[in-house]
């Protein structure tokens, strides 16, 4: 049988890697990795915006009338690329595994991290139980934590992201 933190350098190896499945059986054991690949269409949703009242409007009076709408939307796209453009920068903690989210050992106990805390690479910034076994999850980056993206007791999947760090 895996130990645990074996499980998790497999999991670092198959998310680094080209590979979209991986199966290990031993000993009667096996484990199923899959990857799930995020699609962001956020370049050509704008350029679609742009171009479809120009086409669908051909009376120039007409077309008066939506021009202020094409630049709000414009404007409002811009905003949402940029949003996306300043995450893209920043590490992204994910879930090694699928299980329950908790950002303290105990509910009296404060929080492992919080926006602006500063960690570093064995820094623990919470825990994900699955199936009994509490795993305590690190930043693995030195940095600043920007976001907190899931909420304490929240079910999160394998590779959701958890933490967004400024590296």
């Given at each position: 049988m895996l130990k645990i933190q074996e499980i998790r350098e497999l999991i670092k190896l198959i998310d680094q890697s080209?590979?979209?499945?991986?199966?290990?059986?031993?000993?009667?054991?096996?484990?199923?990795?899959?990857?799930h690949k995020e699609v962001i269409p956020a370049a050509p949703q704008a350029q679609t915006i742009v171009e479809q009242p120009a086409t669908l409007v051909p009376?120039?009076?007409a077309q008066a009338v939506p021009a202020p709408q094409v630049e709000a939307k414009q404007e409002a796209t811009a905003v949402v690329a940029s949003e996306e453009t300043g995450k893209e920068n920043l590490h992204k903690i994910t879930s090694p595994m699928v299980g329950t989210f908790y950002s303290s050992p105990s509910p009296d106990s404060p929080v492992y991290a919080k926006a602006g805390d500063k960690v570093n690479p064995d820094t623990v910034v919470c825990i994900v139980e699955?199936?009994?076994?509490?795993?305590?999850?690190?930043?693995?980056?030195t940095g600043e934590i920007v976001e907190v993206?899931?909420?304490?007791?929240?079910?999160?999947?394998?590779?959701?992201?958890?933490?967004?760090?400024?590296?």
């Open positions: 080209s590979i979209d499945e991986f199966t290990f059986e031993h000993e009667g054991s096996k484990v199923k990795m899959k990857k009376q120039p009076v699955a199936m009994k076994l509490f795993n305590e999850i690190e930043a693995e980056v993206l899931v909420e304490n007791g929240q079910l999160v999947e394998y590779g959701q992201p958890l933490f967004l760090v400024k590296a």
